[in-house]
């Protein structure tokens, strides 16, 4: 058996671990041969967002979309070694000693770390388990890993057949947009009475299933979980069902049915309430609540939000895993340099995005309350549809929702709408809002409802980032 350490590990290569390794040894040359990352993935760390948009559309490679391509740094297999990072891929932790500072590993290694962990395994697909009739069937499909997408893709390109989406969730609707971009057959059944429950309310999800429509896509409100998948002899799923008469038939089936937080490892460390989200729990510098020298970032982190009255945030999504990843380097190496300062809290928006056929929205803030949607014409140009969501608790604005964007300088805009707590009144125009962004030029780019990444699309979402790479091929539109 081998032991081997390293002042810090990182487990988990993920987002979460490729934007903390290159956080460490950038932040600090001495660290350079001292850190680990782990991971049981074949391939090095990558921006996972780009696996529906930008890797199954075939306009991306694996390569393109290593971490940290979304800040224009792609780093392929040779990085790790260049930068001074011990790269474990294909090996898997199967228990870990958090006294002994200690981790086992699936070939019975031992990696030890001298310092300081990151934990940032993130989530598994949740997928149909034994209790659904037919849930091995081997023309079922999920989306996590670059495995998966191969194996979709292998599909899509060489077959066109009929698909099945069962879910309504970012997943399903990621994976069905990239389906209408092939022009393929989609039914998409949901529970609940529109997509994206509950973050949505009806208005707009409706306002997307009308596109989803548009595109060809047939919506079945099922009103009750997908239960059983009718196999044929060679195993192959023919229909999916849901406990009724009702009947879907297709050739592929995708289950977008939610994730799960990887914590089988975690059961010497506290765990965040269920109330709370779940999650390991954390303090506000991330730190696990249960050792000092165990940071956690990405998926699995839980911690309190002092931004929101220390309200407790566990946030599934691909901005969160880059900034606490970002954030648990920067500590770590000042606890290390003895420079760290205790007024030096994860300070974070929450915001993520997505994209449906082409539409980018993103939501800035922690949703909550009454959700008032605002489609209204431009002022100075009223042949531009503007899309915009607010959701308002005790008349005071929580969160914003926006479709279209093209600039950092926008994004910053619409955080600091959130954080001054703007008040809104229920005749309030969209003019105020307008108003508040104070350039009506820079309005327009942002609401406007065009979609900016659709194939062929000039636009790019963080020119700076790309470091002068042409936007047409930088692809960071998708990551
Ligand atoms: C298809 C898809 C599309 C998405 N689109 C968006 C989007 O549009 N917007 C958005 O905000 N978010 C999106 N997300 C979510 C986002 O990608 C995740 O929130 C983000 O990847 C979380 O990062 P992470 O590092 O915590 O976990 P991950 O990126 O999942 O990485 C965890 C890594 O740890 C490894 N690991 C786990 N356990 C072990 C172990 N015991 N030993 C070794 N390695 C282990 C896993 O194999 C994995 O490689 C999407 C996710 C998917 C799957």
Redesign the pocket.
């Known amino acids: 058996m081998t032991t081997i350490s390293f002042k810090v590990v990182i487990?988990?290569?993920?987002?979460?671990?490729?934007y903390a390794a290159r956080g460490l040894v950038e932040g600090d040359e001495s660290l350079k041969g001292q850190v680990c990352l782990?991971?049981?993935?074949g391939f090095v760390?990558y921006?996972?967002?780009?696996?529906?948009?930008g890797y199954l559309l075939g306009k991306l490679t694996s390569d393109d979309i290593a971490t940290c391509a979304y800040e224009g740094e792609r780093h392929i297999k040779d990085w790790y070694p260049k930068n001074g990072v011990q790269l474990y891929l294909n090996?898997?932790?199967?228990s870990i000693d958090f006294k002994k500072q200690e981790i086992k590993?699936?070939d019975d290694s031992i990696i030890k770390y001298t310092d300081y962990i990151i934990l940032?395994?993130?989530?598994?697909?949740r997928e149909f388990g034994s209790n659904i009739l037919g849930y091995n069937a081997t023309n079922l499909f999920y989306?996590?890993?670059l495995i998966?997408?191969n194996k979709m893709l292998e599909k899509i390109i060489l077959e066109d057949k009929k698909w099945v989406v069962i879910g309504g969730g970012?997943?399903g609707l990621?994976?069905t947009s990239a389906l209408c971009a092939y022009e393929r057959d989609v039914t998409l059944i949901l529970t609940s009475n529109t997509i994206m429950q509950p973050l949505f309310s009806k208005e707009l999800g409706g306002y997307y299933e009308t596109k989803f429509i548009e595109n060809g896509v047939k919506i079945i409100k099922s009103g009750a979980r997908v239960k059983e998948f009718f196999v044929n002899e060679e195993g192959i799923a023919t229909h999916c069902g849901w406990g009724t008469e009702d009947r879907v038939a297709g050739d592929f089936f995708f289950g977008g049915i939610g994730?799960i937080l990887?914590l089988?490892?975690f059961d010497d460390l506290e765990k965040a309430d269920r109330k709370d989200g779940g999650g390991i729990k954390c303090d506000e510098y991330l730190q696990s609540a249960s050792y000092d020298n165990v940071y956690v970032?990405?998926?699995?982190?839980n911690y309190p939000s002092p931004m929101f009255d220390n309200k407790r945030l566990i946030?599934?999504?691909?901005?969160?895993?880059r900034a606490?990843?970002k954030y648990a380097a920067t500590s770590i190496i000042a606890k290390l340099n003895n420079t760290f300062k205790k007024n030096n809290y994860f300070d974070y928006l929450p915001n993520?995005?997505?994209?449906f056929l082409g539409y980018l929205w993103e939501v800035w803030g922690q949703p909550g309350g009454d959700f008032i949607m605002i489609q209204e014409a431009h002022p100075d140009d009223k042949s531009k549809k503007t899309v915009l969501g607010i959701w308002v608790v005790e008349n005071k604005i929580d969160a914003i929702f926006l479709e279209g964007g093209s600039k950092d300088e926008h994004r910053t805009k619409a955080a600091q709408y959130v954080l001054a707590k703007k008040s809104w009144g229920k005749n309030d125009k969209l003019e105020s809002v307008y108003e508040f962004f104070s350039d009506n030029t820079i309005c327009g780019d942002m609401f406007g409802a065009q979609p900016w990444n659709k194939p062929g699309s000039t636009q790019c979402i963080l020119p700076a980032a790309c470091q002068g790479i042409n936007p047409n091929d930088c692809g960071c539109d998708t990551m």
Do not use: Q, W
């Open positions: 487990l988990g290569a993920g987002v979460a671990g490729g782990i991971g049981e993935e760390p921006e996972r967002p780009a696996l529906t948009r090996l898997k932790a199967i590993m699936n940032s395994t993130g989530s598994a697909s989306m996590r890993t998966h997408g970012p997943l990621e994976v994730g990887n089988e490892l970032a990405g998926d699995i982190c946030l599934g999504n691909v901005r969160n895993a606490t990843a993520f995005y997505s994209d």
